[in-house]
């Protein structure tokens, strides 16, 4: 077979490859070698390439100008191609891997070729073979008829991607056949699996032969993508190679040696009789087909022919190698790539070969386009309806595409036109990578969206990708499967892989009941298992479980209701089946009797898991496997944001409630009469109203008796001695007032007009509604329905005349300042985010979910103050408007794991984040917000969000997080993701996910940890205690109006907070979980450290050292800590200082 030979380079350019180290990223260097390699060894040195100065402004050749035009004409821009380019270099083989490969291949072939003979024996007759070396092969049934004697092979030869030129890293496998003499084997050997059975004989015979051998590294078993009835020889070189290749041995029958037509789908060729080892009086032409097993005998016969067809098409194509090359990383990217029924480089390969021959692409294209245009042809051809296939004329006994179909779910005939290359993978995966292939021509389509990294880089493991997951954790269970679905003749077509036979029967029973609540359906494949050649072949059950993943349709999903066809149609009776007794009659409103089925689910968090019910019950009803055996991971972390005992809810109902509740004030406030102004907007301002406050505010009832009575106002106010009553969030509202002449041009009277206005939106609110009300010059507090409603008049102008004074000469200046920001953050920037991402949340209704997990992570893991929850909000609404490569997350869990993605993989030094609020951003503004960043990267900020309305600033995070505590969050971001997804996806892990919510808090210096009682927010702890404090609430139905006004806004643990930063932020800083956390962790700032000398101003909390003449200070640590005391007295449980953690 012709070997393809890669392009060589200009000589003085080539990297030398005598390298001894292990190369990982092998991609070629451009330089020059200097002359010192010559001397003994000695370490290369590399040297630029000099040009000469007409070679610098040479003219560009044709070759060069055809590049430049079409990089322009296809690519977004020409980095993409620049990065693809690169991509190839780094999966290409080097030349000094090629050098070691075929090295040990020519060792490999020699030791094969003298295999010693054995005499003849009976198949079932093992006592030729040594006790060390196992039969890759499970002999069931026992016997078969049948003689075997081991020789020498008739040839050997290197097949499959290495001699074609498309094998990549990582995974080298180079594939070499193994012939098996034709005096071994018999033309009657395909029936009973007697050719299977020698196969595996023939590599047993093998592998105790290469066992005594020292050029072999080692040695193990496999199976060709998992199917048993075709086990491989894996072989490694020895010494520090032996992880950088693998050389898997294909045993197969001479070419020709079997008629293909004996392969029919529709044939038999194992009897029942034998299998089962019952008598039968069946005929040979009642036996059922066995078209898997015929294919997996056929697949043996072909190879060479395959490699052959591959060689002549590749050879027209120069692109062709780096068209496969793509498509592999592509399709191991999405986890397709291997297992059984898995879309293989061979499928990849014969794939883009398929579209060459049928001229749907041409000869000349670019690996680029191979790849666009083959996963256009994916995205738009259903191989599970319309088959294709590669023979240009088969012969008579060839069989047709229709007969194909009956056989088998997928369908891509090889060019013999007899094997169907595609026999073992199910419609479901097929499914899958249609979906990918259309997700993937959608981004790449879309200028705003970094195609080359969704496309390629971005791995998609099913955890992160499916919006619900559940595992059958005992296979073994499939067996019973088998017999309730009456399977024994396909059971016998799989040779007893019970596992493979039940797959899509209960695939197909699944899409049944899920039917409209799902986008999409799959499953893991089976990964190729792996074997010591001393052990015996494994058993079907042991494999790991059996993995799921549904896309949903958000608005159909979590339907409680499912409605089925009238009771005196035909199709009641086939509903009634699928169902059986949760299947009721129902009368409707429109009239209507039909059947139908009721699930459970009261609250959202519960309608959420309405696909579990179906799939737990359909999977027991019609496939005899038990509730236990199922684990289904859909809502494991939705824990953490849960309350109520009695109707767990994870704060939809709450939200929802709050909403509904300012709904009502803003039309109250809208219909006030009796105002010197009338009111413009009212605009909420509060995380509550945009659904994504982590615990929404609960409307509380409260129990007078536990307060004291303030004089004046007989406002509550907490008891000595009491725990701290709880904790009740005010709203904000921003109520704007229309513009004026009369409005002042003084911040002050400004000030005074709105304070005005807060004591008569106050006494209007109290006259017609009867609310309780308490204005105050900065806002005015409304009691209604439970919650406290916090409503901020505001006046357009203000910000600009806060920028404006009077230097001394009088003239006017216009500066910007903080306060002036402040005050257009609270009334501009936040209610038009709220309002926005209350939209966001009407189009998917896991958004608000999403970022209280979030929310609540950064709380947890005491990064509240760094990531604000503004900045929070908007890092998960990126996911939701460019979710490339994925599609919008479907769930709160994996729209969590989305984020903790985010946070740990994008390139925060060199990229914006942009988030196109409201599509409002077209690809100009995109290529400017990215151009202005790279301009002013130094002066922005560390993390940069680009909305519409602010692409040049990152008002959001311009004060917070440092680059200390980004990285920070990063590394923790990146160390949940993985612990999070291995419990998630591992059955025998703890099912504990609150572990990721447990901060690691051996990084920090000093630990305050607090007294329970005045921690107001305790249950909203990651870890609730068990023993609660009663807090001034009652049961009961809410009061909607009047009545005392409650405590508003009294947290002492950030009211301490607050005062410990005030006093000691130049020494150190102070991290706290907002929600329910007892511990507030101190870390120094190294720099607080450092000694200062002696001034009179400096000694706040500092020591003097003299040291000879100098007089410097530093931190008085003890003085500090013992400050810590007095300032949180009461508060304070103790004071864990970790003295090593310093030095003084």
Same mark, same amino acid.
């Given at each position: 077979?012709?070997?393809?030979?890669?392009?060589?380079?200009?000589?003085?350019?080539?990297?030398?490859?005598?390298?001894?180290?292990?190369?990982?990223?092998?991609?070629?260097?451009?330089?020059?070698?200097?002359?010192?390699?010559?001397?003994?060894?000695?370490?290369?040195?590399?040297?630029?390439?000099?040009?000469?100065?007409?070679?610098?402004?040479?003219? &560009?050749? #044709?070759?060069?100008?055809?590049?430049?035009?079409?990089?322009?004409?296809?690519?977004?821009?020409?980095?993409?191609?620049?990065?693809?380019?690169?991509?190839?270099?780094?999966?290409?083989?080097?030349?000094?891997?090629?050098?070691?490969?075929?090295?040990?291949?020519?060792?490999?072939?020699?030791?094969?070729?003298?295999?010693?003979?054995?005499?003849?024996?009976?198949?079932?007759?093992?006592?030729?073979?040594?006790?060390?070396?196992?039969?890759?092969?499970?002999?069931?049934?026992?016997?078969?008829?049948?003689?075997?004697?081991?020789?020498?092979?008739?040839?050997?030869?290197?097949?499959?991607?290495?001699?074609?030129?498309?094998?990549?890293?990582?995974?080298?496998?180079?594939?070499?056949?193994?012939?098996?003499?034709?005096?071994?084997?018999?033309?009657?050997?395909?029936?009973?699996?007697?050719?299977?059975?020698?196969?595996?004989?023939?590599?047993? =015979?093998?592998?105790?032969?290469?066992?005594?051998?020292?050029?072999?590294?080692?040695?193990?078993?496999?199976?060709?993508?998992?199917?048993?009835?075709?086990?491989?020889? /894996?072989?490694?070189?020895?010494?520090?190679?032996?992880?950088?290749?693998?050389?898997?041995?294909?045993?197969?029958?001479?070419?020709?040696?079997?008629?293909?037509?004996?392969?029919?789908?529709?044939?038999?060729?194992?009897?029942?009789?034998?299998?089962?080892?019952?008598?039968?009086?069946?005929?040979?032409?009642?036996?059922?087909?066995?078209?898997?097993?015929?294919?997996?005998?056929?697949?043996?016969?072909?190879?060479?022919?395959?490699?052959?067809?591959?060689?002549?098409?590749?050879?027209?194509?120069?692109?062709?190698?780096?068209?496969? #090359?793509?498509?592999?990383?592509?399709?191991?990217? @999405?986890?397709?790539?291997?297992?059984?029924?898995?879309?293989?480089?061979?499928?990849?390969?014969?794939?883009?070969?398929?579209?060459?021959?049928? @001229?749907?692409?041409?000869?000349?294209?670019?690996?680029?386009?191979?790849?666009?245009?083959?996963?256009?042809?994916?995205?738009?051809?259903?191989?599970?309806?319309?088959?294709?296939?590669?023979?240009?004329?088969?012969?008579?006994?060839?069989?047709?595409?229709?007969?194909?179909?009956?056989?088998?779910?997928?369908?891509?005939?090889?060019?013999?036109?007899?094997?169907?290359?595609?026999?073992?993978?199910?419609?479901?995966?097929?499914?899958?990578?249609?979906?990918?292939?259309?997700?993937?021509?959608?981004?790449?389509?879309?200028?705003?969206?970094?195609?080359?990294?969704?496309?390629?880089?971005?791995?998609?493991?099913?955890?992160?990708?499916?919006?619900?997951?559940?595992?059958?954790?005992?296979?073994?269970?499939?067996?019973?499967?088998?017999?309730?679905?009456?399977?024994?003749?396909?059971?016998?077509?799989?040779?007893?892989?019970?596992?493979?036979?039940?797959?899509?029967?209960?695939?197909?029973?699944?899409?049944?009941?899920?039917?409209?609540?799902?986008? /999409?359906?799959?499953?893991?494949?089976?990964?190729?298992?792996?074997?010591?050649?001393?052990?015996?072949?494994?058993?079907?059950?042991?494999?790991?479980?059996?993995?799921?993943?549904?896309?949903?349709?958000?608005?159909?999903?979590?339907?409680?209701?499912?409605? $089925?066809?009238?009771?005196?149609?035909?199709?009641?009776?086939?509903?009634?089946?699928?169902?059986?007794?949760?299947?009721?009659?129902?009368?409707?409103?429109? =009239?209507?009797?039909?059947?139908?089925?009721?699930?459970?689910?009261?609250?959202?968090?519960?309608?959420?898991?309405?696909?579990?019910?179906?799939?737990?019950?359909?999977?027991?009803?019609?496939?005899?496997?038990?509730?236990?055996?199922?684990?289904?991971?859909? #809502?494991?972390?939705?824990?953490?944001?849960?309350?109520?005992?009695?109707?767990?809810?994870?704060?939809?109902?709450?939200?929802?409630?709050?909403?509904?509740?300012?709904?009502?004030?803003?039309?109250?406030?809208?219909?006030?009469?009796?105002?010197?102004?009338?009111?413009?907007?009212?605009?909420?301002?509060?995380?509550? /109203?945009?659904?994504?406050?982590?615990?929404?505010?609960?409307?509380?009832?409260?129990?007078?008796?536990?307060?004291? %009575?303030?004089?004046?106002?007989?406002?509550?106010?907490?008891?000595?001695?009491?725990?701290?009553?709880?904790?009740?969030?005010?709203?904000?509202?921003?109520?704007?007032?229309?513009?004026?002449?009369?409005?002042?041009?003084? @911040?002050?009277?400004?000030?005074?007009?709105?304070? #005005?206005?807060?004591?008569?939106?106050?006494?209007?609110?109290?006259?017609?509604?009867?609310?309780?009300?308490?204005?105050?010059?900065?806002?005015?507090?409304?009691?209604?329905?439970?919650?406290?409603?916090?409503?901020?008049?505001?006046?357009?102008?203000? &910000?600009?005349?806060?920028?404006?004074?009077?230097?001394?000469? =009088?003239?006017?200046?216009? %500066?910007?300042?903080?306060?002036?920001?402040?005050?257009?953050?609270?009334?501009?920037?936040?209610?038009?985010?709220?309002?926005?991402?209350? $939209?966001?949340?009407?189009?998917?209704?896991?958004?608000?979910?999403?970022?209280?997990?979030?929310?609540?992570?950064?709380?947890?893991?005491?990064?509240?103050?760094?990531?604000?929850?503004?900045?929070?909000?908007?890092?998960?609404?990126?996911?939701?408007?460019?979710?490339?490569?994925?599609?919008?997350?479907?769930?709160?869990?994996?729209?969590?794991?989305?984020?903790?993605?985010?946070?740990?993989?994008?390139?925060?030094?060199?990229? &914006?984040?942009?988030?196109?609020?409201?599509?409002?951003?077209?690809?100009?503004?995109?290529?400017?917000?990215?151009?202005?960043?790279?301009?002013?990267?130094?002066?922005?900020?560390?993390?940069?969000?680009?909305?519409?309305?602010?692409?040049?600033?990152?008002?959001?995070?311009?004060?917070?997080?440092?680059?200390?505590?980004?990285?920070?969050?990063?590394?923790?971001?990146?160390?949940?993701?993985?612990?999070?997804?291995?419990?998630?996806?591992?059955?025998?892990?703890?099912?504990?996910?609150?572990?990721?919510?447990?901060?690691?808090?051996?990084?920090?210096?000093?630990?305050?940890?607090?007294?329970?009682?005045?921690?107001?927010?305790?249950?909203?702890?990651?870890?609730?205690?068990?023993?609660?404090?009663?807090?001034?609430?009652?049961?009961?139905?809410?009061?909607?109006?009047?009545?005392?006004?409650?405590?508003?806004?009294?947290?002492?643990?950030?009211?301490?907070?607050?005062?410990? %930063?005030?006093?000691?932020?130049?020494?150190?800083?102070?991290?706290?979980?907002?929600?329910?956390?007892?511990?507030?962790?101190?870390?120094?700032?190294?720099?607080?450290?450092?000694?200062?000398?002696?001034?009179?101003?400096?000694?706040?909390?500092?020591?003097?050292?003299?040291?000879?003449?100098?007089?410097?200070?530093?931190?008085?640590?003890?003085?500090?800590?013992?400050?810590?005391?007095?300032?949180?007295?009461?508060?304070?449980?103790?004071?864990?200082?970790?003295?090593?953690?310093?030095?003084?």
């Amino acid at each position: 077979m012709k070997k393809k030979q890669p392009v060589a380079e200009d000589p003085a350019e080539m990297i030398p490859s005598e390298s001894h180290e292990e190369e990982e990223n092998e991609a070629p260097v451009k330089a020059k070698k200097s002359k010192t390699e010559e001397s003994g060894g000695e370490e290369v040195v590399y040297h630029p390439v000099k040009l000469s100065r007409s070679d610098l402004y040479r003219p &560009p050749t #044709a070759e060069e100008l055809n590049q430049l035009k079409e990089a322009e004409s296809l690519f977004h821009c020409s980095l993409l191609k620049m990065q693809m380019e690169e991509l190839l270099k780094e999966v290409a083989l080097s030349e000094r891997r090629k050098r070691q490969i075929d090295s040990f291949i020519q060792t490999v072939t020699k030791l094969l070729q003298t295999v010693p003979e054995s005499p003849e024996v009976e198949v079932s007759d093992l006592s030729w073979l040594s006790s060390a070396v196992k039969v890759p092969f499970l002999l069931v049934p026992k016997t078969t008829k049948g003689k075997f004697h081991m020789t020498p092979p008739a040839s050997v030869d290197l097949i499959g991607s290495y001699p074609l030129g498309t094998c990549t890293k990582p995974r080298v496998m180079v594939d070499l056949a193994v012939t098996i003499p034709a005096d071994v084997l018999h033309p009657k050997d395909v029936v009973n699996q007697r050719y299977p059975r020698k196969r595996a004989l023939y590599l047993a =015979g093998l592998a105790q032969y290469l066992a005594s051998s020292s050029d072999i590294g080692g040695m193990l078993y496999s199976c060709l993508h998992g199917n048993r009835l075709r086990p491989v020889l /894996l072989l490694t070189p020895p010494g520090k190679g032996s992880s950088s290749f693998t050389v898997r041995v294909h045993a197969c029958p001479p070419p020709g040696f079997f008629k293909p037509s004996r392969f029919h789908p529709q044939r038999n060729n194992i009897r029942t009789e034998w299998y089962t080892g019952l008598q039968t009086s069946q005929s040979e032409s009642s036996e059922p087909p066995t078209p898997h097993y015929n294919s997996s005998v056929l697949g043996d016969l072909l190879p060479r022919a395959h490699l052959q067809f591959l060689s002549a098409v590749s050879s027209q194509c120069s692109a062709f190698a780096d068209g496969v #090359a793509l498509l592999k990383v592509w399709l191991r990217q @999405r986890e397709l790539h291997q297992g059984t029924g898995c879309f293989n480089g061979f499928l990849a390969s014969m794939l883009i070969a398929y579209l060459l021959t049928s @001229r749907r692409i041409s000869n000349s294209m670019t690996a680029y386009q191979l790849l666009r245009n083959t996963l256009n042809f994916l995205a738009s051809t259903d191989l599970t309806v319309n088959g294709i296939s590669l023979a240009k004329d088969p012969d008579s006994t060839a069989p047709s595409l229709a007969e194909f179909h009956d056989a088998f779910q997928v369908v891509f005939v090889d060019p013999s036109g007899h094997l169907n290359m595609c026999a073992d993978m199910t419609a479901c995966t097929y499914k899958q990578l249609q979906h990918e292939a259309s997700v993937s021509m959608q981004f790449w389509d879309n200028p705003t969206v970094d195609g080359f990294h969704s496309l390629l880089m971005t791995p998609k493991p099913m955890i992160r990708t499916s919006d619900h997951i559940f595992q059958l954790c005992e296979l073994v269970k499939l067996q019973s499967s088998c017999k309730k679905l009456n399977l024994l003749s396909e059971l016998m077509d799989h040779s007893g892989n019970y596992v493979h036979t039940a797959l899509p029967y209960i695939l197909s029973l699944l899409q049944r009941g899920l039917g409209q609540r799902i986008h /999409l359906l799959t499953h893991s494949l089976s990964p190729d298992p792996e074997w010591s050649v001393e052990s015996e072949a494994p058993k079907h059950k042991a494999q790991p479980p059996l993995s799921f993943g549904v896309l949903l349709m958000p608005e159909l999903a979590a339907s409680a209701l499912e409605r $089925g066809p009238p009771a005196d149609s035909p199709k009641a009776a086939e509903f009634r089946q699928l169902w059986g007794s949760r299947s009721e009659l129902r009368r409707f409103q429109d =009239g209507a009797i039909t059947e139908a089925v009721l699930w459970d689910g009261d609250s959202m968090c519960q309608k959420r898991l309405v696909p579990r019910q179906i799939v737990t019950h359909l999977l027991q009803l019609h496939a005899d496997i038990p509730e236990s055996s199922v684990r289904y991971v859909g #809502a494991m972390v939705d824990d953490v944001i849960k309350t109520g005992s009695e109707l767990p809810s994870t704060g939809e109902e709450e939200s929802l409630l709050v909403v509904q509740s300012y709904d009502d004030l803003s039309r109250k406030l809208w219909r006030l009469e009796g105002l010197p102004l009338s009111i413009t907007a009212v605009q909420g301002a509060h995380p509550a /109203l945009r659904y994504t406050q982590v615990f929404p505010p609960l409307p509380l009832k409260l129990d007078y008796s536990f307060f004291d %009575r303030e004089k004046t106002s007989r406002s509550l106010v907490p008891k000595e001695g009491k725990p701290c009553p709880a904790y009740i969030t005010p709203i904000t509202v921003i109520c704007h007032m229309e513009g004026s002449g009369k409005w002042p041009h003084d @911040r002050l009277a400004i000030r005074h007009i709105r304070t #005005a206005f807060h004591i008569r939106l106050g006494e209007l609110l109290k006259k017609h509604h009867n609310y309780t009300c308490r204005p105050c010059p900065t806002h005015l507090d409304v009691w209604k329905d439970g919650l406290v409603f916090r409503i901020h008049v505001a006046y357009h102008r203000e &910000p600009q005349v806060l920028r404006e004074s009077v230097n001394a000469e =009088g003239l006017l200046v216009v %500066r910007d300042n903080e306060e002036a920001h402040a005050l257009e953050m609270a009334t501009i920037h936040k209610p038009l985010l709220t309002s926005t991402l209350h $939209g966001l949340q009407q189009q998917h209704p896991c958004f608000g979910a999403v970022c209280r997990l979030a929310k609540r992570w950064l709380g947890a893991q005491l990064f509240s103050d760094d990531i604000t929850e503004d900045t929070a909000d908007l890092l998960v609404a990126s996911l939701f408007l460019q979710p490339a490569p994925f599609t919008p997350p479907g769930s709160p869990q994996v729209g969590f794991l989305r984020f903790l993605h985010l946070l740990s993989s994008f390139d925060w030094r060199n990229n &914006p984040l942009v988030v196109n609020l409201n599509n409002q951003l077209a690809a100009t503004d995109y290529t400017e917000i990215k151009n202005d960043f790279t301009a002013t990267r130094e002066s922005l900020p560390v993390l940069f969000i680009a909305t519409p309305k602010d692409k040049k600033q990152s008002i959001w995070t311009k004060r917070a997080p440092s680059v200390q505590m980004l990285q920070r969050v990063v590394m923790v971001a990146a160390e949940s993701l993985k612990l999070l997804e291995n419990q998630l996806m591992d059955s025998n892990q703890i099912q504990d996910v609150r572990v990721v919510m447990r901060p690691p808090l051996d990084a920090y210096d000093v630990l305050i940890h607090l007294n329970p009682k005045q921690v107001p927010l305790l249950v909203q702890a990651v870890d609730p205690p068990t023993v609660t404090f009663s807090r001034g609430i009652m049961a009961g139905n809410v009061t909607q109006s009047g009545g005392a006004l409650p405590v508003i806004d009294y947290n002492p643990v950030s009211l301490y907070m607050a005062e410990l %930063r005030e006093a000691f932020g130049d020494l150190a800083l102070f991290f706290c979980d907002p929600h329910g956390g007892t511990v507030i962790a101190v870390l120094w700032k190294p720099k607080a450290f450092i000694p200062m000398p002696f001034k009179t101003s400096q000694v706040s909390a500092r020591s003097v050292v003299v040291t000879g003449e100098e007089a410097n200070t530093v931190p008085n640590v003890e003085a500090i800590l013992e400050d810590f005391r007095i300032m949180g007295k009461g508060l304070i449980k103790s004071l864990e200082a970790r003295t090593e953690k310093w030095s003084l």
